[in-house]
């Protein structure tokens, strides 16, 4: 098969793994032939391919789930990524008032979604932050059991893409995750969403910045974003603050939380009081409270973490000239590593509290279990897993 002899002449790491990747791609081919996938196009996505260990490694340390969430946000509106977004603001202001007319999506986010993902495409000029993404889906397919599905999915998405000529292999390049080009959309997004905003009849998210910004425009237009609203607004709790209400689910309008005693930082008004909102308090009752509105979920769309949406929505807003967040963050609180959050888990359950299992993701049930202990031991109900927690599950 040409497939095989393509594949046996790329360079191979004496270890089994290496071995074992190389076998892996070979009998992928009839799932990817099944899929429409010529032999041609095969061969040449996977023409050099190598294991690659470091997909691994970095599949299991994503910053946005083993970082404090005041250290991510420190580096997501960073000095640098606020001064570079600000100047590409006005390198670009003629495109970003075409897009934000055309889309109804404020520039602003725009803008924070580029820099988190690609710092504005710097990332392209470091060898070390870009991978093949067709080797790293391949390793994710292979290697990684609780991505293989996704990593098969978004190979044969990738592979369509090759196909359908968007962008030569050499250029497909992107995150350890397969996310590509400058905003990073996994394949099966791009097929999706991808837009050539340029006219030039391919959808280039890799060389192009007008298709790059106007895609990411595009998905979150038409996943739902409100245009001339806000992601959210920072906000203060009044003492004896029923904190159960801080669960990211309780919806409420905004007049209705000031009814709660929930007032803007600094004194602002809500422009809009009748807006549906949420309070989340990421880091527990002693960090910020936010109220968070339905653009916050189109936002997670991109990516489905809390601290990635309040990364992106803060940076826009310092990007538009806003300042950082009033309330200080308690950074003196030590965050739980993975195997404590387990341990947590695993008490909870003991006490009869459900936490959706014991995987050392702390999920909604997990944080509704802690809130529930809390209240019912005499702590403040917010749901927030800190090495505070942690020593009195241990010791009541």
Avoid: C
Avoid at 88 to 104: D, I, N, P, T
Avoid at 192 to 220: E, H, V
Avoid at 320 to 333: L, S, V
């Amino acid at each position: 098969m040409a497939v095989v002899a393509v594949l046996a002449s790329a360079p191979m790491a004496a270890a089994q793994s290496a071995q074992g990747f190389n076998k892996w791609i070979r009998d992928f081919w009839p799932t990817a032939r099944a899929n429409g996938i010529t032999a041609n196009t095969y061969n040449t996505a996977f023409a050099g391919a190598q294991y690659d260990p470091s997909v691994i490694k970095r599949a299991t340390n994503q910053p946005e789930f083993v970082k404090p969430i005041w250290s991510y946000l420190d580096s997501a509106a960073s000095k640098s990524r606020i001064t570079n977004g600000r100047r590409m603001k006005k390198k670009y202001g003629a495109l970003l008032r075409r897009l934000e007319s055309h889309f109804g999506v404020d520039q602003h986010i725009l803008l924070a979604i580029w820099g988190m993902e690609s710092a504005y495409g710097a990332i392209f000029k470091n060898r070390k932050l870009i991978k093949p993404t067709i080797q790293s889906l391949a390793m994710l397919g292979y290697a990684d059991r609780r991505r293989s599905k996704f990593g098969k999915t978004q190979l044969i998405a990738a592979l369509k893409i090759l196909q359908n000529g968007d962008v030569a292999s050499s250029q497909m390049m992107g995150s350890w995750a397969g996310a590509m080009g400058h905003t990073q959309f996994i394949p099966t997004t791009y097929l999706a969403k991808a837009y050539d905003f340029d006219g030039d009849g391919r959808r280039d998210i890799w060389n192009s910045i007008p298709d790059a910004l106007a895609s990411t425009a595009n998905l979150l237009s038409t996943a739902g974003w409100q245009t001339g609203k806000t992601w959210g607004y920072e906000v203060q709790l009044p003492r004896n603050f029923a904190f159960e209400l801080a669960n990211g689910k309780t919806t409420k309008s905004l007049a209705e939380w000031q009814r709660f005693g929930v007032q803007r930082v600094y004194g602002k008004a809500f422009p809009r009081p009748s807006d549906q909102a949420q309070l989340i308090l990421p880091a527990g009752y002693k960090g910020p409270a936010f109220l968070i509105l339905k653009n916050f979920a189109m936002i997670k769309r991109y990516n489905n973490a809390t601290s990635y949406a309040l990364g992106v929505g803060h940076l826009a807003d310092r990007i538009r000239g806003g300042g950082d967040f009033a309330q200080n963050w308690p950074r003196q609180d030590r965050v739980l590593k993975r195997s404590e959050r387990k341990e947590v888990q695993t008490i909870l359950n003991r006490k009869g509290y459900d936490t959706g299992g014991i995987d050392g993701r702390l999920g909604s049930k997990s944080r509704s279990a802690i809130r529930h202990w809390q209240k019912r031991n005499g702590m403040v109900p917010d749901g927030f897993a800190s090495g505070a927690l942690l020593q009195a599950l241990r010791t009541r």
